[in-house]
Antibody, heavy 117, light 108 residues
Framework: EVQLVESGGGLVQPGGSLRLSCAASGFTFSSNWMSWVRQAPGKGLEWVANIKQDGSETYYVDSVKGRFTISRDNAKKSLYLQMNSLRAEDTAVYYC??????????WGQGTLVTVSS | EIVLTQSPGTLSLSPGERATLSCRASQSVTSSYLAWFQQKPGQAPRLLIYGASSRATGIPDRFSGSGSGTDFTLTISRLEPEDFAVYFCHQYAGSPLTFGGGTKVEIK
């Protein structure tokens, strides 16, 4: 059974940093694209970033370019999202998602990031 | 960027009725890389349909997807109580990956 467990969310002040983690199990982690998708409270879904199997390619939504960095450690079966210069509009539940290609076919339960003073 | 517009915003129906949800893209979605997700309160989204019309593993056959180019439809043939939720369409043809704003299917 595929399991994706996010951690690292919490309350952070504007301008601060946070690092999210996603622990994967139940599949061959190194074989899949991985992504982060977020959902602001009461709002729709927004893709944030994705990363190729070997980490050689990464893509970001424009609103986070230069502030967020997606990375992975295939040996640890883990996905990461380093978030710097956080803004109020980054407040959301952040989901880790497994990709079949770029199709999100499994999701974690999410971790809440709140950016507020 | 491909903008996806879903309609209606809310659909009020009774169990047993047919639900028809629409998703229109601002430009053609290459190779029908269009998916539909279901989301219930407090839960992560669940993949229902990919490739515009293929059901994901374990999805009941009352869910069907159709369409190509810029116009796509999700149909739920007979609503079950567990189908009342929010549905999002999503294109995964290229970056940036985008989602529609969602259609809420609520009990009438």
């Amino acid at each position: 059974e595929v399991q994706l467990v996010e951690s690292g969310g919490g309350l952070v002040q504007p301008g601060g940093s946070l690092r999210l983690s996603c622990a994967a199990s139940g599949f061959t982690f190194s074989s899949n694209w991985m992504s982060w998708v977020r959902q602001a409270p009461g709002k729709g879904l927004e893709w944030v970033a994705n990363i190729k199997q070997d980490g050689s390619e990464t893509y970001y939504v424009d609103s986070v370019k230069g502030r967020f960095t997606i990375s992975r450690d295939n040996a640890k079966k883990s996905l990461y999202l380093q978030m710097n210069s956080l803004r109020a509009e980054d407040t959301a539940v952040y989901y880790c998602a497994r990709g079949e290609g770029w199709l999100f076919d499994d999701w974690g339960q999410g971790t809440l990031v709140t950016v507020s003073s | 960027e491909i903008v996806l517009t879903q309609s209606p915003g809310t659909l009020s129906l009774s169990p047993g009725e047919r639900a028809t949800l629409s998703c229109r893209a601002s430009q053609s979605v290459t190779s029908s890389y269009l998916a539909w997700f279901q989301q219930k309160p407090g839960q992560a989204p669940r993949l229902l349909i990919y490739g515009a019309s293929s059901r994901a593993t374990g999805i009941p056959d009352r869910f069907s997807g159709s369409g190509s180019g810029t116009d796509f439809t999700l149909t739920i043939s007979r609503l079950e109580p567990e189908d009342f939720a929010v549905y999002f369409c999503h294109q995964y043809a290229g970056s940036p990956l985008t989602f529609g704003g969602g259609t809420k299917v609520e009990i009438k």
